[in-house]
């Protein structure tokens, strides 16, 4: 086995699960997931049919991803999340083929105990505050924070906020990477 699993947790058929991956106590795998090389599944998580992880995704203790979820490489899942897949839930009435698709972009980080209503992507180093409620599209690089969540500012990479100056150039402060916001959108540059 090129990957670890506790022995409380369940991996049902079906699975492809890359090799250096960690998944932990009490979290159950549901048929036809595919994860990517070296994530790590924390405690009492659920990974609900045909949800796609890429490489080097973090998953925290008590998060539920539903079907139609996909993760780029790199995303961060914090805490107790949760993404949904139906619009209108009901208990008595079936709305399985009403699933509506949920992409995380790579490297993007989400917060303890936001919500991520279905139907809306996550832009590639977004970063979506703790306790937010995402009800719409998240653009690249965005810091979106409260309920509903709205765009509060801008992150680079390395997950520190940008300021950007007259001439809408910003700079990390760690790693020195250079980004310039162009209308309501940000893109990292070299100079």
Known sequence: MTYFAHESSYID???TIGEGTKIWHFSHIMPNCTMGKNCNIGQNVVIS???ILGDNVKVQ???SIY???TCDDDVFLGPSCVFTNVINPRSAVNRKSE???THVGKGASIGANATIVCGHDIGK???IGAGAVVTKHVPDYALMVGNPARRLGWMSEYGHRLTFDDNGEAVCI???ERYRLEGDKVVKFNH
Do not use: D, H
Request: charged content about 20%.
């Open 67 to 69: 079907t139609g979820v």
């Open 49 to 51: 049919p045909e949800v």
């Open 99 to 101: 699933y509506l698709k």
């Open 125 to 127: 180093f977004a970063f």
């Open 13 to 15: 058929e079906g699975c």
């Open 61 to 63: 203790n008590n998060v």
């Open 174 to 176: 760690e790693s020195g």
